[in-house]
C-alpha cells in the first residue's frame, strides 16, 4: 500500500508542474482526478501514511519565478468533485445532516484559469493566479488588456474577488490556425491556451490573445452586508464587475439535477468551454456552519460532466468461459469513471480484436462507453509506453476445466468444447433465467453459482425441480419462508412465457432476442421449428446460413432434444402467445432509433410496436438510420441525427404513426 501511496504522490506531483507550471499537462484531467481520489482513499484509510507535502494539503501548482509573488489575504480553495447522481444526493444529504435544508446556486464551471482581482478604491491594484492556494502569481500587467476586467468599478471600494480567466471557442480556433500556418505546436484546448496566454511575461502578447473574464466569488460578503451568494453575484455586477448570466438559484437537489441535464444538452451551444457545474449553498449564514475540510469548503462541490472517451491503465487480461463455450479475452483496468459510472472491465472479444489493437498488459489506453452503455477499449496510447508493457499471448486449454481450445470453422473465437465444463454450464442457466429470456425473479448470478456448486441445479431443467428441495432451501442462511416461495412461485410463472423468451434462453449460437423473436412469429411452435431445414431457414427474412446452420445443429445434438423434452413433460410453454406481425409501409424494413424518455411507454414496448408493424431498431444513429423517435432529454443522438439529416419524429407523431393516422 505505501509503494502506491509514494507512486501516487509522484503521479500526481509530476502532473501538477506540467499542468500549471509548464502549462503542458501530460495526463487528462479525468486521470488525475481518478488518481487523486485513490490517493485520498488510501490516506483515509490508512492515515499514518499521510505525507507533509502530500498532493492533498495544497490546491494548485507552483509559483513561476519570473512572476512576482502574491499572498492572498483569503485562501484561493479548491472544490470537491463529484461525477454522478448518487454522489450529488450524497452531498446533498451531508448537508442536510447538519440540520440545514439549503437553496443552492448553480453555476457554469468555465475550463480556464483561476484568478484574484483586488481593488482598491475602485481602481484594480493586483491580479494573481491561485498558485498553490495562499501564495499566487502575479499577472496584473496581463490581466489588465483583458477587456471584460475592468480597472474602475463603478464604486471608490476596496474588494477582493475571484474569476476564471478564459479563451472563447472562436478566439480559440483562430490562434490555433495562426499557429498552424507559422509552424507552431497548437494548444490542446482553450483552457491551455488562456493558462499559456496569462502567463507571458510580455503582456502584448497576452493583449493580442482576446481573453475573457468571469467573476463568480466574493470571499467576504459579510463586510459588505451582503447575506446570500446570489446577492453576491448581482452586487459584483452592480460594482461593474462581469458575471455569468447562467447562473440559478434553486430550492433542491432535483432542481440541481435539472439544471446540470439542461446545460449538458446546452453545454455544445455556450461560445467557451464548460467542464461542469458549480453548486453552492446560497445562505451565506449556511456556509459558515458547514466550514472547511483542509482543502475544500463544505458547501460547495464541481460536478464534473462525465467524459466520453477517457484513459486508463490495463493491468492484465483475463479469460472468460460463455455458454456456448466460447473463450472471451476481457480488459482488467484501474477503476475509472465513464460517463457517470465506473468501469473496471471491458470485453475485448477475441484474439484477432486484441492483436488488431495492437494491446499490451500495462498500456494506458481510451476507453469509451459504445452505445453509451457497453464499456470499449479504443485502442493504446503508444507514446505512453516505457518499454515494461508485456506482449499478449493467447491461451491454449479452457481456463476452467483445462480442456484443449479449438475454433470452429470459419470462425475466429476460440471454444471450450468441454460439454460439461461447469462454468458453461454456469453461463448457460444465468442466461436462461435473465430478465430478457425466461425472467425468473430470484435466481441471481451468486445464487445460480451456489445452487449449482450445491448440486441443486446442474442444467435448466432443474430450476424446474427446486420446488421438490423447499425444505432444503429454507434451511439456507438468507433464505426463509417468504424467499423461497416467492423464487418458486417465479420459476412457475415463467413456465407460461411465449416461445421467443424460451428460445432466446436456451443460448443457441447467434440467436439473439431478435432473431429468436422472428423465430417464433415464423413457426409458432418449438416443436415445428425443431423440424425446419435449413434450406428452410435460410429463406426467412433476418436469418442467415450462419444462424440458420448454428439453429440446425443445436436441435440435432441428442442432448439437446433430452433438455427440451423435459422441458415440455414439465409443462413449459412451447408455443407464440404474441401479436403476429402487420405490416405497415411507415415501418416495414426501415430502422429506428430510441433516444429519450418516453412518457406513455417504455423504450422495451416502443421497440416491440414497432417490429410487430415490420420495422427494425437498433441502438445507435448512423447513415442506415431511418427515423430518430425522440423523448424527453435525447442526448447526443439527437445532434447526430440532425447532423445526418435523418427524420425525426416526436412522441406525438410517433403515436400517430402507430395509430394509423
Known amino acids: 500500500m505505501q509503494e502506491r501511496y509514494e507512486e501516487l504522490i509522484k503521479i500526481i506531483n509530476e502532473a501538477d508542474y506540467n499542468y500549471h507550471t509548464l502549462d503542458k499537462p501530460t495526463i487528462t484531467d479525468q486521470e488525475y482526478d481518478k488518481y487523486l481520489r485513490e490517493l485520498y482513499r488510501i490516506e483515509e484509510e490508512h492515515p499514518e501514511l499521510k505525507r507533509e507535502d502530500s498532493p492533498s494539503n495544497r490546491a494548485g501548482g507552483q509559483v513561476l519565478d519570473e512572476f512576482k509573488k502574491v499572498t492572498h489575504q483569503i485562501p484561493m480553495m479548491s472544490l470537491s468533485n463529484v461525477f454522478n447522481e448518487s454522489e450529488l444526493v450524497n452531498f446533498d444529504s451531508r448537508i442536510k445532516k447538519e440540520g440545514i435544508t439549503p437553496n443552492y446556486v448553480c453555476e457554469l464551471k468555465i475550463d480556464g484559469l483561476s484568478v484574484s482581482l483586488r481593488y482598491e478604491k475602485g481602481k484594480l491594484k493586483t491580479a494573481a493566479t491561485r498558485g498553490d492556494g495562499t501564495t499566487g502569481e502575479d499577472i496584473t500587467n496581463n490581466a489588465k488588456t483583458i477587456k471584460t476586467i475592468p480597472l474602475k468599478l463603478n464604486r471608490e471600494i476596496d474588494i477582493e474577488v475571484r474569476g476564471e480567466i478564459y479563451m472563447s471557442k472562436k478566439v480559440f480556433e483562430k490562434l490555433n490556425k495562426?499557429?498552424?500556418?507559422?509552424?507552431?505546436?497548437?494548444?490542446?484546448?482553450?483552457?491551455?491556451?488562456?493558462?499559456?496566454?496569462?502567463?507571458?511575461?510580455?503582456?502584448?502578447i497576452a493583449a493580442k490573445r482576446n481573453l475573457e473574464c468571469f467573476i463568480y466569488h466574493l470571499p467576504n460578503p459579510l463586510d459588505y452586508g451582503i447575506t446570500t451568494h446570489n446577492d453576491a453575484l448581482q452586487f459584483m455586477k452592480d460594482l461593474g464587475l462581469r458575471t455569468n448570466p447562467?447562473?440559478?438559484?434553486?430550492?433542491?437537489?432535483?432542481?440541481?439535477?435539472?439544471?446540470?441535464?439542461?446545460?449538458?444538452?446546452?453545454?455544445?451551444?455556450?461560445?467557451?468551454?464548460?467542464?461542469?457545474?458549480?453548486?453552492?449553498?446560497?445562505?451565506?449564514k449556511e456556509q459558515q456552519q458547514l466550514g472547511f475540510t483542509a482543502k475544500y469548503p463544505k458547501w460547495a462541490t464541481a460536478y464534473k460532466f462525465p467524459a466520453t472517451e477517457v484513459l486508463t491503465k490495463l493491468t492484465d487480461i483475463i479469460f472468460t468461459v460463455g455458454r456456448t463455450g466460447q473463450i472471451t479475452p476481457n480488459a482488467v483496468l484501474e477503476p475509472v469513471i465513464v460517463q457517470g459510472?465506473?468501469?473496471?472491465?471491458?470485453?475485448?472479444?477475441?484474439?484477432?480484436?486484441?492483436?488488431?489493437?495492437?494491446?499490451?498488459?500495462?498500456?494506458?489506453?481510451?476507453?469509451?462507453?459504445?452505445?453509451?452503455?457497453?464499456?470499449?477499449?479504443?485502442?493504446?496510447i503508444v507514446e505512453r509506453r516505457t518499454g515494461n508493457e508485456k506482449d499478449f499471448e493467447m491461451i491454449k486449454f479452457c481456463p476452467i476445466c483445462h480442456s484443449p481450445l479449438m475454433k470452429k470453422d470459419g470462425q475466429v473465437d476460440y471454444y471450450c468444447f468441454n460439454p460439461n465444463c461447469d462454468r458453461r454450464n454456469i453461463e448457460s442457466i444465468i442466461h436462461f433465467v435473465s430478465r430478457k429470456a425466461m425472467n425468473i425473479d430470484g435466481?441471481?448470478?451468486?445464487?445460480?453459482?451456489?445452487?449449482?456448486?450445491?448440486?441443486?441445479?446442474?442444467?435448466?431443467?432443474?430450476?424446474?425441480?427446486?420446488?421438490?428441495?423447499?425444505?432444503?432451501?429454507?434451511?439456507?442462511?438468507?433464505?426463509?419462508?417468504?424467499?423461497?416461495?416467492?423464487?418458486?412461485?417465479?420459476?412457475?410463472?415463467?413456465?407460461?412465457?411465449?416461445?421467443?423468451?424460451?428460445l432466446f434462453g436456451l443460448g443457441i449460437t447467434h440467436v439473439g432476442e431478435k432473431t429468436a423473436k422472428i423465430l417464433a412469429i415464423r413457426y409458432k411452435d418449438l416443436e415445428k421449428l425443431m423440424e425446419t431445414s435449413l434450406e428452410e431457414l435460410t429463406s426467412v427474412n433476418d436469418i442467415g446460413e450462419i444462424i440458420a446452420k448454428s439453429i440446425v445443429d443445436y436441435f440435432a445434438l441428442e442432448h439437446n432434444q433430452n433438455i427440451i423434452k423435459k422441458l415440455k413433460e414439465l409443462g413449459i410453454n412451447f408455443k407464440y402467445l404474441g401479436s403476429e406481425i402487420k405490416e405497415d409501409d411507415r415501418f416495414l424494413n426501415k430502422t429506428f432509433v430510441i433516444t429519450g424518455t418516453l412518457d406513455t411507454m417504455s423504450r422495451d414496448e416502443a421497440k416491440e410496436k414497432i417490429e410487430l408493424l415490420g420495422g427494425n431498431t437498433s441502438s445507435s444513429v448512423s447513415k442506415k438510420t431511418s427515423v430518430v423517435i425522440v423523448g424527453d432529454n435525447p442526448g447526443s443522438k439527437y445532434d447526430k441525427a440532425k447532423e445526418l439529416n435523418i427524420e425525426i419524429w416526436d412522441e406525438k407523431q410517433f403515436l400517430d404513426m402507430l395509430n394509423n393516422k
Open 178 to 204: 495562426e499557429r498552424e500556418q507559422e509552424g507552431k505546436e497548437l494548444f490542446q484546448n482553450p483552457r491551455n491556451a488562456a493558462a499559456g496566454s496569462i502567463r507571458q511575461l510580455d503582456s502584448k
Open 341 to 380: 459510472s465506473t468501469v473496471r472491465r471491458a470485453t475485448l472479444h477475441n484474439e484477432d480484436y486484441v492483436i488488431g489493437k495492437d494491446l499490451k498488459i500495462g498500456d494506458i489506453v481510451s476507453i469509451r462507453k459504445a452505445g453509451d452503455v457497453i464499456p470499449e477499449v479504443v485502442g493504446p
Open 246 to 284: 447562467n447562473n440559478r438559484v434553486v430550492k433542491n437537489i432535483n432542481e440541481v439535477i435539472s439544471f446540470i441535464d439542461e446545460y449538458t444538452e446546452k453545454r455544445n451551444t455556450l461560445p467557451y468551454e464548460i467542464d461542469g457545474i458549480v453548486i453552492k449553498t446560497n445562505s451565506i
Open 443 to 502: 435466481l441471481g448470478e451468486k445464487i445460480i453459482e451456489d445452487f449449482y456448486n450445491m448440486h441443486l441445479i446442474n442444467n435448466i431443467v432443474d430450476i424446474y425441480y427446486l420446488k421438490n428441495h423447499r425444505n432444503d432451501l429454507i434451511e439456507l442462511e438468507g433464505y426463509g419462508d417468504k424467499s423461497v416461495d416467492n423464487l418458486i412461485e417465479a420459476i412457475e410463472i415463467s413456465k407460461n412465457n411465449s416461445l421467443e423468451r424460451l
